[in-house]
């Protein structure tokens, strides 16, 4: 009893450290989720309003979007809980492409549906069981529900272009839909079942219209010709290179150099250039007609290249050769010893083009035949770099959507339906866990409600008249944000892809099962500095 009476509390962490504990720690985790899924919700649907994401650095850099992954990747948060929205959002947006909006508002509405019902004291164990028994109901009747045109080419391609113009209706370019959908449709098309979207080069140039974009066989390169260089090659030989073409040339400005003569810095001179003739003479042994080197080639090696007939393109960025060699069945080298070891990269024509008002190359008849370049134009940067974005999004989808063909319908239709049948199932299940199921099925009917508060409609009659028209059998039912009231999904050809729905199904519910199984928070503190004693 006398040492019980003398025992001190033991600090089990360092100073600085915090800890949330219970009902502090769950408290947290749902007013950080659900505050950056209210920050989400606006920007969902075709009527989602943008955000501008403006950079505090010197250059005060702005981008106006409404990609999910986008805002989420540029907002630093502090939260634990709403950190693990940011990551499924990026998960969402590597995996599918598109669904990063709706994966972080799914999961936010199922967190604010959780707080409920540990408000009337039901264990987080309870609601997490509840909503793994839901999630796996809606993956089961998502499968139901889903359609496949696989077998009539001419359907599954109209597939194709419904849901890239779906895709696309929530973006900027909205109004130019038709056009940018069968831009994304055609270029995937291209590539025969291949998913590498690094056949797809996506060049933007600021000036005219949106409906100016187009999709141009083969590869376009944002660079010049060398002076003096041909500007057109047929049956082009290309050895493509990442070499620094002055490696041994001693920099005169920077080094020091002792003589009594300047004939001797003269001599220093002549011996660099014979090195760098050289090695132009050794890459001219390849027996090219093109050299494309990702550095700088300098004046010496581009009169020399000019003189052979072969054309240069120097300082082509890291991204665009890697692109290159794989258009062009090349390899990228840096020594020129062995030219019988060396793999040169083939295509037809090279030739010097314009768009806009720029200079560019492009590459025709390449030995990667679905390679092909996407032109965007456009008023203003901000505008090219989310219609960019936009672009990358429908690719995405359109090219899982070839990979695995199943579709569903949009606007609230699949959400509505998936409600629907977990809360027939909610009925036949006993316990608490019924509860968890109807919270489930009410998040989901969160979507089509949110997609028409952000179109100004009434949301309440609208949901309310979808679920009417579902429960009576009606299947293809879903909202007309056009016209404000319930129409046919088949009809209207609003169609997402199965995957993506799928996706953000398993994503959302496994995010709000982790963040419900949290019941202790610990935030250590920042390493100390030690004194150093030689300041002081």
Not at 87 to 111: F, Y
Not at 376 to 393: F, K, M, N, P
Not at 465 to 494: P, Y
């Amino acid at each position: 009893r006398d040492r019980m009476a003398n025992f001190q509390p033991v600090e089990l962490f360092n100073r600085g450290s915090v800890e949330e504990r219970g009902e502090n720690a769950r408290m947290s985790n749902f007013v950080g989720a659900i505050a950056l899924t209210d920050l989400m919700r606006t920007t969902l649907g075709p009527k989602g309003m943008d955000k501008i994401l403006q950079s505090m650095g010197h250059n005060g850099e702005i981008t106006v979007t409404n990609d999910g992954a986008t805002i989420l990747k540029a907002i630093n948060v502090d939260n634990a809980a709403a950190k693990v929205l940011v990551d499924i959002s990026k998960t969402q947006d590597e995996e599918v492409g598109d669904g990063t909006t709706s994966v972080c508002v799914l999961a936010g509405e199922l967190l604010r549906e959780a707080e409920k019902l540990i408000d009337i004291n039901i264990h987080p164990q309870t609601i997490v069981e509840g909503f793994n028994l839901a999630a796996s109901i809606a993956r089961s009747r998502l499968a139901e529900i889903a359609e496949c045109n696989a077998d009539n080419p001419e359907k599954f391609q109209q597939d194709l272009t419904n849901i890239a113009r779906t895709t696309l209706s929530s973006k900027v370019v909205r109004t130019e839909k038709d056009h940018f959908a069968k831009l994304c449709v055609d270029a995937v098309l291209r590539l025969k079942g291949s998913k590498n979207l690094d056949a797809i080069h996506i060049i933007k140039k600021p000036g005219g219209s949106l409906l100016e974009s187009k999709l141009e066989e083969g590869f376009i390169l944002e660079k010049r010709i060398g002076v003096g260089c041909p500007k057109r090659i047929e049956n082009a030989k290309i050895l493509i290179a990442n070499t620094a073409m002055d490696t041994d040339k001693i920099k005169v400005f920077g080094a020091k150099v002792k003589t009594d003569s300047v004939d001797v810095v003269a001599e220093i001179e002549d011996v660099e250039k014979q090195r760098m003739w050289t090695k132009t003479q050794k890459i001219a042994d390849h027996g090219i007609n093109c050299f494309i080197n990702r550095q700088l080639i300098y004046n010496l090696p581009e009169e020399f290249f000019a003189s052979k007939g072969i054309m240069s393109i120097e300082h082509a960025d890291f991204d665009g050769i890697e692109r290159l060699a794989l258009v062009l069945g090349g390899e990228i080298v840096s020594t020129f010893d062995h030219p019988d070891q060396v793999k040169l990269g083939h295509c037809d024509v090279i030739e010097e083009d314009m768009i806009g008002e720029d200079k560019v190359i492009r590459f025709s008849g390449v030995a990667l035949g679905e390679a092909c370049t996407i032109v965007l134009r456009g008023a203003t940067e901000q505008l090219l770099d989310e219609v960019e974005r936009s672009i990358h999004d429908a690719l995405c989808v359109v090219t899982q959507t070839v990979g695995e063909k199943r579709i569903v319908y949009g606007g609230g239709c699949t959400e509505v339906e998936l409600a629907l049948a977990i809360d027939q199932a909610a009925q036949k299940t006993s316990g608490k866990k019924a509860l968890a199921l109807e919270a489930y099925a009410r998040a989901l009917r969160q979507i089509p409600s949110i997609i028409s508060d952000n179109g100004g409609y009434d949301s309440a009659d609208l949901v309310s008249q979808l679920r009417a028209a579902h429960a009576s059998g009606n299947l293809t039912m879903g909202l007309d944000m056009n016209n404000g009231k319930i129409g046919c999904m088949k009809e209207l050809c609003i169609t997402e892809s199965y995957k993506v729905k799928n996706q953000v199904i398993i994503s959302a519910s496994e995010a709000a099962e982790m963040i419900l199984r949290v019941d202790q928070i610990f935030k250590s503190a920042p390493r100390e500095r030690s004194h150093d004693p030689r300041y002081g």
